[in-house]
């Protein structure tokens, strides 16, 4: 029923995302509170680990503090401007240091495209079946990777003739 959909959407919501994900989501200015603490502490994990000169201005902008003055995050003022913009828009408050501003425009102008996710979901559908449910997430990803791995070099090869 509702729990078992509910359970399945959670863990594949759990596979799908990422830090990188839960970053991009703390650094939008549209963001509205409603990252669980786990998931804003993996972000700043995430941050310290891949972007240790970012940690600093990810806490300004958490506490508002400046340059992220309170009005800049009006709805009136965040709903006109995409993320990225929002944040070009602080390039002369922060420089243009590439440690600070090029990992926040990165976050933001990745691709996001639903058909990778979709295929690696359609194929932990193949690999973790009703009959091999005692799979654990980790052998189930490796068995995926393989799978995709092996459907990739058969499609090459078949381009081959």
């Known amino acids: 029923g509702d729990k078992t959909a509910q359970k399945k959407w959670k863990e594949r919501y759990n596979q799908a995302m990422t830090p990188a994900h839960f970053l991009a989501h703390l650094l939008n200015p549209r963001r509205s509170s409603d990252m669980d603490p786990d998931e804003e502490a993996k972000a700043l994990e995430f941050a310290h680990d891949r972007f240790p000169a970012l940690v600093p201005t990810a806490m300004k902008f958490l506490a508002k503090a400046a340059p992220f003055q309170d009005f800049k995050f009006e709805e009136a003022v965040v709903s006109q401007l995409t993320p990225s913009e929002w944040w070009r828009s602080h390039t002369h408050a922060l420089g243009s240091e590439d440690n600070v501003m090029k990992p926040i425009l990165t976050l933001y102008s990745a691709t996001a495209s639903s058909a990778g996710v979709e295929r690696v979901f359609s194929s932990f559908g193949l690999v973790q079946s009703k009959l091999r449910n005692r799979l654990g997430n980790e052998k189930a990803a490796k ?12 499609d090459l090869d078949a381009e081959d003739y």
């Open 143 to 154: 068995l995926v990777f393989l799978f995709r791995a092996l459907n990739r070099s058969v």
